[in-house]
C-alpha cells in the first residue's frame, strides 16, 4: 500500500488582488513561468533556459521566468550572466516557504525540467490552480494523469512549444486547472494524513 506525499497546506489557490501583489513585488507586474530549481540538474536548467529562448523568439511577450533555489551553482550563475533573455529571467537565492507558496500560486504556469525532481513539488502547483508543464517519469505520470503537460527528457524543442501551447490556447490551460483540482483532492494533506492513519491501524491492531 502507498501513501502519497502531499503538499503542505500553505500551497492553495490565491486571489486576483493577492496574485498582482506578489507580481509586483517579484516580476514588475508582468505574468510568469515559475521554477522551483532547488536541487535541480543545472544541465536541465539550462535546458529550461533554452526552451525559454525559443519561447521568447516566436511569442513577442514580456513573459518572465522565475527560478528559486538555494543552491544554483557558481557554473549556472556564471551561464545566467551571458544569457540572451536575461532581463525576463529572474533568479531567486533566498526565500522563505511562504514567499515561495505565493510565488507559485501567482504563476502563469509551473514548469519542472528535470524527471528526477519529486513530484510533491508539481502537487504544490496543482493545488494553487495553477497549470504544470513537467519532464514525463513513471511516479508523475501515476499521481499526476492527464491533469499536467508531459515532454520527454532533454526534448528542448517540445519544452518550449507546451510553454507556447499554455501561454497561447486559454482553453487548454483552464482544462489543465479543472482536472488539477480533481488531483488535489485526491492528494490533498487530508487524504494522505488519513491513508496513514488507516494503515497504522491495520498493520498495529489492537489486541485485547
Given at each position: 500500500k502507498v501513501v502519497y506525499n502531499a503538499p503542505e497546506k500553505i500551497y492553495a489557490p490565491l486571489t486576483w488582488e493577492e496574485k498582482q501583489i506578489v507580481l509586483k513585488q517579484y516580476s514588475n507586474e508582468k505574468e510568469y513561468f515559475f521554477c522551483n530549481a532547488s536541487n535541480c540538474n543545472e544541465d536541465k536548467l539550462i535546458s529550461l533556459l533554452k526552451a525559454f529562448s525559443i519561447f521568447k523568439k516566436w511569442q513577442k511577450s514580456n513573459m518572465q521566468l522565475i527560478i528559486a533555489s538555494d543552491n544554483l551553482s557558481k557554473s549556472f550563475k556564471e551561464n545566467y550572466k551571458h544569457y540572451k533573455h536575461k532581463e525576463d529571467v529572474i533568479l531567486l537565492e533566498?526565500?522563505?516557504?511562504?514567499?515561495?507558496?505565493?510565488?507559485?500560486?501567482?504563476?502563469?504556469?509551473?514548469?519542472?525540467?528535470?524527471?528526477?525532481?519529486?513530484?510533491?513539488?508539481?502537487?504544490?502547483?496543482?493545488?494553487?490552480?495553477?497549470?504544470?508543464?513537467?519532464?514525463?517519469?513513471?511516479?508523475?505520470?501515476?499521481?499526476?494523469?492527464?491533469?499536467?503537460?508531459?515532454?520527454?527528457?532533454?526534448?528542448?524543442d517540445e519544452m518550449a512549444k507546451n510553454m507556447i501551447l499554455l501561454y497561447k490556447d486559454e482553453n487548454r490551460r483552464n482544462e489543465l486547472i479543472k482536472k488539477g483540482v480533481a488531483i488535489s483532492h485526491k492528494h490533498s494533506y487530508a487524504v494522505s494524513l488519513q491513508a496513514l492513519n488507516n494503515l497504522i491501524l491495520e498493520e498495529s491492531p489492537i489486541l485485547l
Open positions: 533566498e526565500f522563505s516557504a511562504k514567499d515561495l507558496a505565493a510565488i507559485t500560486g501567482s504563476a502563469y504556469g509551473y514548469i519542472n525540467p528535470d524527471e528526477n525532481t519529486g513530484y510533491s513539488k508539481i502537487l504544490a502547483a496543482i493545488q494553487c490552480n495553477i497549470p504544470v508543464i513537467t519532464i514525463s517519469n513513471e511516479i508523475s505520470e501515476e499521481v499526476c494523469g492527464d491533469a499536467v503537460i508531459y515532454c520527454k527528457p532533454d526534448n528542448i
